[in-house]
């Protein structure tokens, strides 16, 4: 068999694309509001969607709303009063600059120690990327 008879076997063979380009999604956080407190209940769930330790989420939201929280069962409470859309957009802020690639967009990422500096580093393309330290 020739290599152009076997390329198109292999490229007959292969799954048809998906209607959708965007693989990643990202985690709707459940944020439900109970006298002064914020509860987000699948805080857990959708840390670990992206692929990022509950602690290290858990210190940027302490650094940015600057509130007391406690993590329980898979549940964050803060102390306060914080809309849906607020805590959404810190969990976006948080994406761009932690678990997205700074080059090619994609969640395929991890955060690695180089030289004593904490890098994003991206499995898909390669690009090393330095992050803000929290």
């Known amino acids: ?26 985690p709707v956080l459940e944020v439900q509001i109970q006298g002064t407190k914020t509860i987000i209940r699948n805080f857990s769930q959708a840390v670990k969607t992206v692929q990022r330790e509950d602690k290290h989420f858990y210190k940027f939201l302490t650094k940015e709303i600057a509130t007391a929280m406690i993590m329980d069962e898979g549940k964050l409470t803060l102390n306060g009063k914080f809309p849906q859309m607020q805590i959404s957009k810190l969990f976006e802020n948080y994406l761009k600059e932690y678990v ?35």
Not at 4 to 9: E, G, N, P, Y
Request: charged residues 30%.
């Open 100 to 134: 997205l690639c700074h080059e090619c967009h994609k969640p395929d990422t991890q955060i690695i120690e180089r030289n004593g500096v904490k890098v994003l580093k991206c499995t898909a393309c390669g690009a090393i990327s330095a992050i803000r330290k929290i």
């Open 1 to 26: 068999m020739d290599y152009d008879k076997m390329l198109q076997r292999l490229y007959s063979s292969l799954p048809e694309k998906t209607v959708s380009k965007e693989r990643f999604e990202l």
